[in-house]
């Protein structure tokens, strides 16, 4: 049995060890208690008992091993009045095997001594220094050699990662080691480190397929971790007390780490594939999440980046660039030298991620300036690292990721880059993406074509299956939803009847994905073939929607611009009467009239804003300030069809007063100087801002859902780079919103 990487938590009184990295399960912990001859497991770090039964009593020995290869560890005890060893393979109490092997003074010890995935047994004779080996557990000798003295105490490890296990001796005497490699009585290596009443262990601390030591000492409680076998001490830190015997073992399913986000969660939205971060840690897939409108996640997220298994980052991105938290408006970046903003390439190694992918447009690409978020992992030994070079389609790309995720679940055999294969298939040979390729092949390759994936692998990481019991606790993605979130079957059909009474047809196949907090109240999402909708907690209002129709540039479009604004502001008015109502002080304005052209299939966009006036409207010196409220709307010029709506929706529509005060008390040349001095306090230099550039007063709320009047800038920074012979300009932008009354910054952008 070897050991692999493990998070150094303070958990119950054992220490625990854990597999190769070939299985790649982590650890779980138990005790045995000599007092009651009672073991209780805990299988997924909460402190409580999972499991708990008698087996053995106060004059036993106890080991634990993988008996029987199936990847998880049962228990046995030795019994020192009788030399007889007793088996139980499932944890259940129930002796499985039994046989006499060694005496009443021999030391035991288990391992994997030929490397065949199955645990062997061995005991050393302190009268004589020789020790026995039992690899098959049938009680005959299969390798003995003398290897220490009657003093010494025994451990075993793999200590040069080739898969099967060799044996230490600390002489507590001196505090020297002594390690065998190869089971052939040879000392391979041997240092100082602990003292004569410190406890031995041995570990993969890193993760690399190599084992390390630890000592712990029962006087304080602390372990002193030793990583590389250099008797140098790289971790520390308490865990256990004085009395508890150690006890090390996989008892269950792994626990890891994954970066993601999902329906259900409070940061996903829509309309972007997914467009926030959060972290979750999967014991038995239980998320515990971290708020992403939060300011600090971006160093929380960091934090956790070095320990983490499996890293998926779903966000709006471009080359070398991926959009984690939309609210914040945050980027992570590949490769970035300015402060204040992160990059992949800050972490020194990715040796312990097993997999990263960023599902993002793009996110597989590269540019001059930010390099490769794929190539950041591969170049810094990550397992395997996957990302896009192309646009995805806001629809199909979350059908991908749960098709992959279901893949990996439904096999502990099926390697990542099969698991892919299979779901792009899928998606490509989806009901509308057959449409498309029979009919609209341009916008197939859009919307449908996942062929378009870069990936990066060492140790052809990418052609492996995630390590056993990984994937398996991987519930699909797209249907996990926080406790206590779920809506009740009644809310449910109500939002589904709202939905089919907005569109004015019947919608198939309506199905709850999750509930999406945004600052004014919380919104339910469903999807419904190839549709997508949010519908207000509240009031069962419809505040976005997403519906497809196929056009193309080969139709006739029977509409135009025109035409389209009138069928939009049509829509708007029947859905939005609210948003229509004008008075002397508050009216609305259109800022968007276009047409976008995506792959040869056109869409005509419409969308307006809530004006507040600070004075009558008819005055000659009245000034307009953009309010919270808005609406857009996407027309189909080949049907004359809405197929797109959102809105904006708070309190202040319905009234037509404005929020705040309208007359502010700092001057844009006040607020310019605050939004400067925010850059600088983020390590900006005043040199580099060619900015700001106002863009005026208007309603903004903070992350409390506080309304503000606002000032508000863009602000530019400029910096060269090249060698001197060759230097350019390259300019970034952010935007910083400041209180027109008390000075204060509402929101920020980082550059980007």
Not at 6 to 28: G, K
Not at 65 to 78: Q, R, T, Y
Not at 253 to 279: F, R
Request: charged share 20%.
């Amino acid at each position: 049995m070897k050991l692999f990487k493990i998070s150094l938590l303070t958990v119950l009184f054992a220490i625990m060890i854990i597999i190769p990295l070939a299985a790649a399960q982590s650890s779980s912990a138990a005790y045995f208690r000599p007092s009651t001859g009672g073991w209780s497991f805990d299988y997924n770090f909460d402190g409580n008992s999972d499991k708990a039964f008698a087996y053995g009593s106060s004059t036993d020995r106890i080991i634990v091993g993988d008996w029987n290869g199936d990847g998880k560890d049962g228990i046995a005890i030795f019994r020192p009045s009788t030399g007889y060893w007793y088996f139980d393979y499932q944890l259940d109490g129930v002796v499985d095997r039994s046989f006499r092997y060694g005496g009443s003074t021999d030391r035991i010890i288990v391992g994997d001594w030929d490397g065949d995935g199955r645990d062997g047994i061995a005991i050393f004779r302190p009268s004589t220094g020789y020790w026995y080996f039992d690899y098959q557990l049938d009680g005959v000798v299969d390798r003995s050699f003398r290897y220490g003295g009657s003093t010494d105490t025994i451990i075993k490890g793999d200590w040069d990662g080739d898969g099967s296990d060799g044996i230490a001796i600390f002489r507590p005497s001196t505090g020297y080691w002594y390690f065998d490699y190869n089971l052939d009585g040879t000392i391979d290596r041997s240092f100082r480190y602990g003292g004569s009443t410190d406890q031995i262990l041995a570990g993969d601390w890193y993760g690399d397929g190599s084992d390390g030591i630890a000592i712990f000492r029962p006087s304080t409680g602390y372990w002193y971790f030793d990583n590389n076998l250099d008797g140098t001490i790289d971790v520390s830190e308490w865990f256990g007390r004085n009395g508890d015997i150690p006890v090390v073992g996989r008892w269950a399913v792994p626990a890891l780490n994954v970066l993601a986000v999902k329906p259900g969660d409070p940061e996903y939205t829509s309309d972007a594939i997914l467009n926030t971060a959060v972290v979750q840690r999967a014991m038995n897939y239980n998320p515990t999440n971290i708020d992403g409108y939060a300011l600090n996640v971006r160093e929380t997220i960091r934090s956790l980046l070095l320990n983490d298994h499996i890293l998926l980052i779903n966000g709006h991105s471009s080359p070398g660039i991926i959009q984690v938290n939309k609210q914040n408006n945050e980027f992570y970046y590949g490769k970035k030298l300015l402060p204040g903003e992160y990059e992949f390439n800050e972490i020194s190694s990715y040796a312990n991620m097993t997999l990263a992918i960023f599902l993002g447009c793009n996110s597989g690409g590269s540019d001059f300036i930010n390099g490769n978020l794929v190539d950041v992992i591969g170049d810094k030994n990550g397992h395997c690292a996957m990302g896009w070079t192309k646009e995805l389609s806001v629809v199909l790309a979350p059908y991908y990721n749960t098709q992959l995720w279901n893949q990996l679940q439904q096999s502990n055999s099926i390697s990542i880059l099969d698991a892919h294969s299979i779901a792009t298939y899928i998606v490509e040979n989806d009901g509308y993406c057959q449409f498309l390729h029979q009919n609209e092949p341009n916008r197939w390759n859009e919307f449908c074509n996942q062929d378009a994936l870069y990936f990066r692998q060492n140790n052809q990481g990418c052609n492996l299956a995630l390590p056993r019991g990984m994937a398996s606790q991987l519930s699909s993605i797209s249907n996990q939803t926080k406790d206590g979130e779920r809506p009740s079957d009644m809310i449910i059909a109500k939002s589904i009847e709202s939905i089919q009474q907005f569109i004015n047809s019947s919608v198939m196949d309506v199905r709850y994905t999750g509930t999406i907090h945004e600052t004014y109240g919380d919104l339910y999402a469903f999807d419904a073939d190839h549709s997508s909708f949010w519908v207000n907690s509240i009031n069962s209002r419809i505040q976005s929607g997403v519906w497809f129709e196929v056009g193309s540039k080969d139709q006739k479009e029977i509409v135009d611009l025109d035409q389209g604004y009138s069928i939009a502001e049509s829509f708007t008015r029947e859905k939005y009467p609210e948003f229509w109502n004008t008075s002397d002080t508050r009216g609305t304005k259109i800022v968007t009239k276009n047409i976008l052209d995506r792959g040869g299939d056109r869409q005509l966009q419409y969308e307006w804003w809530e004006i507040y006036y600070t004075s009558n409207k008819n005055t000659t010196l009245r000034s307009e300030i953009p309010g919270l409220n808005s609406v857009s709307v996407t027309v189909n010029p080949y049907t004359g069809h809405v197929i797109g709506y959102s809105e904006t929706y708070t309190p202040s529509v319905s009234t037509g007063i404005s929020p705040v005060d309208l007359t502010p008390a700092l001057t844009n040349e006040q607020a310019e100087k605050i939004a400067i001095d925010h850059f600088q306090t983020l390590g900006v230099p005043d040199t580099q801002l060619t900015g700001p550039e106002p863009l005026g007063l208007r309603i903004s709320t903070d992350q409390n859902n506080t309304a503000h009047l606002v000032w508000s800038f863009e602000m530019i920074r400029t910096q060269k780079i090249g060698p001197k012979d060759q230097e350019f300009e390259v300019k970034e932008y952010a935007l910083v919103s400041v209180d027109a009354n008390k000075g204060t910054i509402v929101r920020s952008a980082p550059f980007g």
